[in-house]
């Protein structure tokens, strides 16, 4: 792959962008605090994050008309580091809907007793934020295949 095609700057940012979502994720209000704004932006970072590596991709792919084994794995190297980033994304998806959908019966119920459902919005932010923690690792990887492209 030509020096012009050097992913290393996008991957540099990725993984900073990753960290960073990691560290937000991982300081959400447990289980009665995550407000609905805050998991929708934490989501909006994840979706952004996603779309930067599956742009990233499209651009490598469309590069390399023959591409050699080395190619190869740097394809699919960011085409999981997307998938981390997708996956992390559906997960807040998941708990913004689960969260919201808790208060709803909070606020609706007549008696002190509420049944909320399970898994709660903090398991999915768990999981999320295991997805996100991923991705570093990703771009590390991408460095040890391709040591001239320093992931960081």
């Known amino acids: 792959m030509p020096d012009s095609a050097d992913p ?6 990725i993984s900073s962008d990753a960290a960073s979502l990691h ?5 959400l209000p447990a289980e009665r605090g995550a407000s609905a704004s805050t998991l ?12 930067t590596a599956l742009r990233l991709f499209l651009t490598l792919s469309r590069q390399t008309t ?6 190869l794995l740097l394809l699919h ?9 997708q996956d992390a994304a559906a997960e807040l998806t998941a708990a913004l809907a ?13 008696s002190r007793r509420v049944v909320l459902i399970g898994p709660t919005p903090q398991q999915f932010i768990e999981s999320a934020t295991d997805l996100v923690d991923r991705i570093p690792a990703l771009c590390d990887a ?10 960081r």
């Open 40 to 51: 929708a932006a934490r989501l909006t970072d994840a979706q952004d994050l996603a779309g």
């Open 66 to 71: 023959r591409p050699s084994p080395p190619d």
């Open 77 to 85: 190297r960011v085409a999981q580091i997307a998938k981390a980033a």
């Open 8 to 13: 290393a700057p996008v991957l540099a940012r």
């Open 142 to 151: 991408v460095s040890r295949d391709r040591p001239q492209s320093p992931c």
């Open 23 to 27: 560290q937000a994720l991982h300081f």
């Open 98 to 110: 689960r969260a919201v959908e808790n208060q709803r019966r909070q606020a609706a119920a007549t």
